[in-house]
């Protein structure tokens, strides 16, 4: 997931490590409950999937935790090295470990990650018997409204209306049944309303999660955006001019049955 959108393609998201710093930092600040539901510990191996550039990773291992950081983006990879962590170029949906992972740790990842089967199949061979899956996502009804107003548009204006939101927001009995069928017990789970603060605006995060979406209209890439930001604006700007995405987190805890 590198740098800028896929020529032709409108519903694959690419990345760059300066643009999400700059517009979706907030990510990693706001995962810190999640890392307080794994609860790491020392000399534990933890994987960490959909690791980004790392800003969390780094707090698994100042945890004493011996860290593995995956992701699908090179840019993403790249940057966590940087930091100093094992971090490695792996698509989730093909997870290659086996039987290694004290707990397997992911946060806002999940929701990329559209065969979730693959997904929590790879997540149950990498642990070991007995060992904790914990991860935060978005759940059912996550960013409903800005999803909404970019399909009106996209229908409005003859677009390819799909790639609006290409992502998986399971609700808690959904990835409940998912992880079941794959020894995970739930130990604990629950969706909540997260109203985010957007460091750069609307259109800041539109940039960063969907440019897909409006880079299919060309010249009038900037009419769409400009429909979408008028369409949320009631519901989502302040009289200041401040912007909340409606985010709704699935925050889980399932533990591999013991072999
Ligand atoms: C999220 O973290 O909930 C999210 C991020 C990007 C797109 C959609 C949702």
């Not at 997931?1 to 490590?17: E, H, I, K, L, Y």
């Not at 539901?37 to 550039?53: F, K, M, S, T, V």
């Not at 992911?106 to 018997?129: D, F, T």
């Amino acid at each position: 997931m590198t740098g800028g959108p896929v020529a032709g393609d409108p519903s694959r998201q690419t990345w760059s490590s300066a643009t999400y710093d700059e517009n979706v930092r907030f990510v990693s600040e706001l995962g810190k409950g999640v890392v307080d539901w794994l609860a790491p510990r020392a000399g534990e191996r933890i994987l960490d999937l959909g690791c980004g550039d790392g800003a969390l990773t780094i707090a698994l291992r100042d945890a004493g935790a011996d860290v593995v950081g995956v992701d699908s983006s090179d840019d993403f990879v790249q940057a966590a090295r940087e930091r100093g962590l094992d971090a490695r170029l792996m698509d989730a949906h093909a997870l290659t470990f086996s039987r290694e992972f004290d707990a397997v740790f992911s946060n806002a990842a999940l929701h990329w990650m559209i065969e979730p089967e693959k997904v929590v199949a790879g997540i149950a061979r990498a642990l070991k018997p007995g060992g904790r899956f914990v991860a935060e996502f978005g759940g059912h009804g996550n960013v409903a409204a800005i999803t909404t107003a970019m399909r009106a548009v996209g229908a409005a204006m003859g677009g390819d209306v799909s790639a609006a939101g290409p992502w998986y927001f399971p609700t808690e009995a959904e990835y409940s049944a998912l992880l079941g069928t794959h020894g995970l017990e739930v130990s604990r789970i629950t969706r909540f309303p997260r109203p985010t603060p957007l460091p750069t605006g609307m259109r800041g995060w539109l940039e960063t999660m969907r440019a897909p979406f409006f880079d299919q209209f060309g010249d009038r890439r900037d009419e769409a955006m400009a429909r979408v930001l008028d369409a949320l604006a009631p519901s989502l700007s302040d009289s200041a001019g401040n912007w909340t995405a409606d985010y709704m987190r699935l925050r889980v805890e399932a533990v591999l049955a013991a072999a």
